[in-house]
Protein backbone atom coordinates (compact mmCIF):
# COMPACT_ATOMS: atom_id res chain seq x y z
CA UNK A 1 0.00 0.00 0.00
CA UNK A 2 0.84 3.42 -1.04
CA UNK A 3 0.15 7.03 0.70
CA UNK A 4 -3.00 7.09 2.34
CA UNK A 5 -5.79 4.55 2.93
CA UNK A 6 -8.98 4.32 4.08
CA UNK A 7 -11.33 1.84 4.89
CA UNK A 8 -14.09 1.43 4.75
CA UNK A 9 -14.96 3.39 1.65
CA UNK A 10 -18.35 2.97 2.20
CA UNK A 11 -20.91 2.77 5.16
CA UNK A 12 -24.25 2.70 5.94
CA UNK A 13 -25.24 2.54 9.82
CA UNK A 14 -28.27 3.16 11.87
CA UNK A 15 -28.67 5.80 14.40
CA UNK A 16 -27.75 3.87 17.06
CA UNK A 17 -24.98 2.49 15.72
CA UNK A 18 -21.40 2.67 16.77
CA UNK A 19 -18.79 2.13 13.55
CA UNK A 20 -15.06 3.35 13.56
CA UNK A 21 -13.14 4.38 10.32
CA UNK A 22 -9.60 3.84 10.11
CA UNK A 23 -6.88 5.30 8.24
CA UNK A 24 -3.38 4.74 7.44
CA UNK A 25 -0.63 6.63 5.91
CA UNK A 26 2.68 5.38 4.19
CA UNK A 27 4.55 8.47 4.12
CA UNK A 28 6.75 8.44 7.32
CA UNK A 29 4.23 11.69 8.35
CA UNK A 30 3.97 12.80 11.28
CA UNK A 31 0.67 14.77 11.10
CA UNK A 32 -2.89 13.21 10.38
CA UNK A 33 -6.17 14.96 9.89
CA UNK A 34 -9.73 14.31 9.40
CA UNK A 35 -12.08 16.33 7.07
CA UNK A 36 -16.20 16.27 6.90
CA UNK A 37 -17.50 17.28 3.50
CA UNK A 38 -21.14 17.07 3.27
CA UNK A 39 -22.98 17.62 0.31
CA UNK A 40 -22.55 20.85 -1.91
CA UNK A 41 -20.58 22.25 0.78
CA UNK A 42 -16.56 22.83 1.49
CA UNK A 43 -14.25 20.36 3.18
CA UNK A 44 -14.37 21.10 6.84
CA UNK A 45 -11.60 20.35 9.27
CA UNK A 46 -12.40 18.35 12.11
CA UNK A 47 -9.14 17.07 13.99
CA UNK A 48 -5.46 17.60 13.61
CA UNK A 49 -3.01 15.51 15.21
CA UNK A 50 0.33 16.50 15.71
CA UNK A 51 3.25 13.61 16.88
CA UNK A 52 0.31 11.83 17.57
CA UNK A 53 -1.15 14.59 20.24
CA UNK A 54 -4.77 16.10 19.25
CA UNK A 55 -3.96 20.10 18.67
CA UNK A 56 -7.03 20.86 17.07
CA UNK A 57 -10.69 20.29 17.59
CA UNK A 58 -12.98 22.55 15.27
CA UNK A 59 -15.64 22.43 17.69
CA UNK A 60 -16.69 18.82 16.18
CA UNK A 61 -19.94 17.11 18.48
CA UNK A 62 -18.51 14.46 20.61
CA UNK A 63 -20.55 12.09 19.05
CA UNK A 64 -17.60 11.95 16.91
CA UNK A 65 -14.53 10.63 18.65
CA UNK A 66 -10.65 10.82 17.28
CA UNK A 67 -8.14 8.60 17.74
CA UNK A 68 -4.13 8.57 16.80
CA UNK A 69 -2.70 5.26 18.27
CA UNK A 70 0.73 5.97 16.60
CA UNK A 71 1.86 8.47 13.38
CA UNK A 72 0.35 5.93 11.16
CA UNK A 73 -2.99 5.09 11.97
CA UNK A 74 -5.56 7.43 12.61
CA UNK A 75 -9.48 6.63 13.47
CA UNK A 76 -12.75 7.93 13.84
CA UNK A 77 -14.93 6.53 16.63
CA UNK A 78 -18.93 7.06 15.61
CA UNK A 79 -21.48 6.64 17.95
CA UNK A 80 -25.72 7.79 17.62
CA UNK A 81 -25.01 10.02 14.76
CA UNK A 82 -27.60 11.83 13.08
CA UNK A 83 -28.78 11.91 9.31
CA UNK A 84 -26.78 15.33 8.53
CA UNK A 85 -23.56 13.53 9.32
CA UNK A 86 -24.29 11.50 6.37
CA UNK A 87 -21.05 12.73 4.42
CA UNK A 88 -17.70 11.97 2.54
CA UNK A 89 -14.89 11.63 5.41
CA UNK A 90 -11.59 12.24 4.25
CA UNK A 91 -8.08 11.63 6.12
CA UNK A 92 -5.09 13.46 5.20
CA UNK A 93 -1.13 13.77 6.38
CA UNK A 94 1.80 15.69 6.37
CA UNK A 95 4.98 16.48 7.86
CA UNK A 96 4.62 18.40 11.48
CA UNK A 97 2.88 22.25 10.46
CA UNK A 98 6.22 23.98 10.18
CA UNK A 99 7.12 25.73 6.90
CA UNK A 100 6.08 24.68 4.05
CA UNK A 101 4.11 21.19 2.98
CA UNK A 102 1.19 19.78 1.82
CA UNK A 103 -1.38 17.56 2.37
CA UNK A 104 -2.12 14.07 1.03
CA UNK A 105 -5.56 12.81 0.97
CA UNK A 106 -7.11 9.35 1.44
CA UNK A 107 -9.72 8.39 -1.10
CA UNK A 108 -12.75 8.96 1.72
CA UNK A 109 -15.06 7.09 3.14
CA UNK A 110 -18.99 7.90 2.15
CA UNK A 111 -21.05 7.60 4.96
CA UNK A 112 -24.49 7.30 4.67
CA UNK A 113 -26.75 7.22 8.26
CA UNK A 114 -30.19 6.00 8.20
CA UNK B 1 -5.37 32.92 6.92
CA UNK B 2 -6.76 35.22 3.87
CA UNK B 3 -9.42 34.06 1.80
CA UNK B 4 -9.78 33.46 -1.20
CA UNK B 5 -11.91 34.11 -4.25
CA UNK B 6 -12.37 32.09 -7.21
CA UNK B 7 -14.82 31.78 -10.34
CA UNK B 8 -17.60 29.31 -9.63
CA UNK B 9 -17.08 27.42 -12.73
CA UNK B 10 -15.16 27.74 -16.33
CA UNK B 11 -14.89 26.09 -18.91
CA UNK B 12 -11.80 24.42 -21.79
CA UNK B 13 -11.34 23.11 -24.55
CA UNK B 14 -9.29 19.68 -24.64
CA UNK B 15 -5.58 20.28 -25.18
CA UNK B 16 -5.93 23.93 -24.70
CA UNK B 17 -4.27 25.57 -21.83
CA UNK B 18 -6.21 26.09 -18.42
CA UNK B 19 -6.51 29.41 -16.39
CA UNK B 20 -7.62 29.08 -13.29
CA UNK B 21 -7.66 32.70 -11.34
CA UNK B 22 -7.76 33.14 -7.30
CA UNK B 23 -7.59 36.71 -5.72
CA UNK B 24 -6.20 36.73 -2.50
CA UNK B 25 -6.12 40.60 -1.70
CA UNK B 26 -5.43 40.24 2.08
CA UNK B 27 -2.49 37.56 1.98
CA UNK B 28 -0.06 37.73 4.65
CA UNK B 29 3.63 38.07 3.99
CA UNK B 30 4.81 34.45 5.33
CA UNK B 31 1.20 33.06 3.81
CA UNK B 32 1.46 30.43 0.96
CA UNK B 33 -0.72 29.93 -2.14
CA UNK B 34 -1.54 26.41 -2.54
CA UNK B 35 -3.81 24.67 -5.62
CA UNK B 36 -5.58 20.99 -4.95
CA UNK B 37 -7.96 19.60 -6.98
CA UNK B 38 -11.08 17.15 -6.49
CA UNK B 39 -12.00 14.88 -8.79
CA UNK B 40 -15.53 13.78 -8.43
CA UNK B 41 -16.04 12.06 -4.82
CA UNK B 42 -12.29 11.60 -4.37
CA UNK B 43 -10.20 12.79 -1.88
CA UNK B 44 -8.27 16.34 -2.92
CA UNK B 45 -5.09 16.09 -4.59
CA UNK B 46 -2.27 18.26 -3.97
CA UNK B 47 -1.24 20.54 -7.59
CA UNK B 48 1.89 23.27 -6.68
CA UNK B 49 2.14 25.52 -4.15
CA UNK B 50 4.55 29.01 -4.24
CA UNK B 51 5.22 31.89 -1.83
CA UNK B 52 6.32 35.31 -4.20
CA UNK B 53 8.16 33.03 -7.15
CA UNK B 54 6.61 31.13 -9.96
CA UNK B 55 6.58 27.95 -9.67
CA UNK B 56 6.38 24.94 -12.13
CA UNK B 57 6.33 20.81 -12.04
CA UNK B 58 4.60 18.01 -14.28
CA UNK B 59 0.85 19.03 -13.01
CA UNK B 60 0.65 22.57 -13.79
CA UNK B 61 2.52 26.08 -13.51
CA UNK B 62 1.91 28.39 -10.52
CA UNK B 63 1.95 32.36 -11.37
CA UNK B 64 1.64 34.70 -8.76
CA UNK B 65 1.40 38.80 -8.92
CA UNK B 66 4.35 40.59 -7.97
CA UNK B 67 1.98 42.35 -5.13
CA UNK B 68 0.81 38.51 -4.56
CA UNK B 69 -2.87 39.77 -4.34
CA UNK B 70 -3.79 37.32 -6.40
CA UNK B 71 -2.31 34.04 -8.79
CA UNK B 72 -3.38 32.02 -12.03
CA UNK B 73 -3.08 28.32 -12.19
CA UNK B 74 -2.09 27.19 -15.38
CA UNK B 75 -2.55 23.51 -17.04
CA UNK B 76 -1.41 23.72 -20.24
CA UNK B 77 -2.80 21.15 -21.85
CA UNK B 78 -5.67 20.25 -20.40
CA UNK B 79 -7.25 16.55 -20.99
CA UNK B 80 -10.58 15.32 -20.21
CA UNK B 81 -9.32 13.76 -16.96
CA UNK B 82 -8.72 17.55 -15.82
CA UNK B 83 -12.59 18.21 -15.14
CA UNK B 84 -12.65 18.41 -11.67
CA UNK B 85 -13.20 21.42 -8.88
CA UNK B 86 -9.69 23.32 -8.11
CA UNK B 87 -9.13 24.83 -4.81
CA UNK B 88 -6.96 27.77 -4.24
CA UNK B 89 -6.01 28.03 -0.78
CA UNK B 90 -4.01 30.48 1.44
CA UNK B 91 -2.38 29.45 4.47
CA UNK B 92 0.23 30.39 7.01
CA UNK B 93 3.26 27.58 7.75
CA UNK B 94 1.12 27.19 10.82
CA UNK B 95 -2.01 27.70 9.12
CA UNK B 96 -4.75 25.09 8.61
CA UNK B 97 -5.85 24.24 5.54
CA UNK B 98 -8.93 26.31 4.52
CA UNK B 99 -11.39 24.97 1.45
CA UNK B 100 -13.48 27.02 -0.05
CA UNK B 101 -16.01 26.38 -2.78
CA UNK B 102 -13.55 25.94 -5.75
CA UNK B 103 -13.78 26.48 -9.38
CA UNK B 104 -15.41 23.65 -11.23
CA UNK B 105 -13.69 23.03 -14.10
CA UNK B 106 -14.88 21.37 -17.04
CA UNK B 107 -12.81 20.13 -19.87
CA UNK B 108 -14.69 19.46 -23.32
CA UNK B 109 -14.07 17.37 -26.18
Known amino acids: ETGVTQTPRHLVMGMTNKKSLKCEQHLGHNAMYWYKQSAKKPLELMFV???????ENNSVPSRFSPECPNSSHLFLHLHTLQPEDSALYLC?????????????FGPGTRLTVT | DAKTTQPPSMDCAEGRAANLPCNHSTISGNEYVYWYRQIHSQGPQYIIH???NNETNEMASLIITEDRKSSTLILPHATLRDTAVYYCIVRSPEGDMRFGAGTRLTVKP
Open chain 2, 50 to 52: GLK
Open chain 1, 92 to 104: ASSQIPSGSYEQY
Open chain 1, 49 to 55: YSLEERV
